[in-house]
């Protein structure tokens, strides 16, 4: 099974590198596995992702400055995974590859994607964490929202704690719950916080479902060269 997986997962790195970094998916002979994983490798090493990400999150902290003091209660809802937590060491011991479950073996790899988060080590992305403190400063509530299971909520609160986020709330996914999209957990998350009296200035996330649905009055979609999520 676990073959299987890492197999269909090693698909996806190779659709997501051609999108991402120039060929077209459908054109005949397109890069390798390793070329496509070489391709992601170079583009995160390069310093290439990092320009993309801050360059984001420089236009989000714009809007913020320019709105919270228009604002009455104002907040900004932020995605946790490729957001304002990194990843990236699970993903490159497993060859850009995305594996959720099994044990982590970051020397050797494969690293099970949960066991990595409920170790709490994730480090923050210098830019969001940033954006976080700004908004600490300037009275913006700072909410996350993430596809996480409830199961990691502690591991997830005390690795956004010790990364230095001050969050005013974290909602991972319920227990049990299933979502054929990101949008369809999401959104109602935002809608109850604006229902709460906020008035959700900006939303952040690496994933188009992270922004879709509403509820925040402008969206900022940062780049991910390694996977995508419905």
Excluded at 175 to 192: I, N, W
Aim: proline share 7%; net charge positive; aromatic share 8%.
């Amino acid at each position: 099974m676990r073959n299987r997986e890492q197999i269909r997962r090693r698909r996806t790195v190779i659709a997501l590198a051609l999108a991402w970094l120039g060929s077209g998916c459908a054109a005949r002979g397109g890069p390798s596995l390793y070329e496509a994983q070489a391709r992601v490798e170079r583009y995160i090493s390069s310093g290439r992702y990092d320009t993309e990400l801050s360059e984001v999150v420089a236009r989000a902290r714009s809007y913020m400055e320019k709105r919270a003091p228009a604002v009455m209660k104002p907040a900004i809802v932020l995605d946790i995974d490729e957001t304002s937590l990194s990843n990236w060491p699970a993903y490159r011991v497993n060859g850009w590859v995305r594996i959720p479950n099994g044990p982590c073996d970051l020397e050797r790899g494969p690293c099970g994607l949960r066991a990595w988060q409920a170790m709490a080590t994730s480090k923050a992305l210098a830019p969001t964490l940033e954006l976080a403190k700004r908004a600490d400063a300037l009275k913006v509530a700072v909410f996350f929202i993430t596809g996480r299971p409830d199961n990691l909520r502690d591991a997830t609160e005390r690795n956004l704690q010790q990364a230095g986020y001050h969050p005013a709330g974290v909602v991972l996914q319920p227990p049990g719950a299933a979502f054929k999209s990101a949008v369809d957990f999401k959104a109602p998350e935002r809608r109850k916080i604006a229902q709460s009296g906020y008035t959700i200035i900006l939303s952040m996330g690496d994933q188009e479902s992270d922004l879709s649905g509403g509820y925040a009055e402008k969206t900022f979609k940062l780049p991910n060269p390694v996977y995508f999520l419905p």
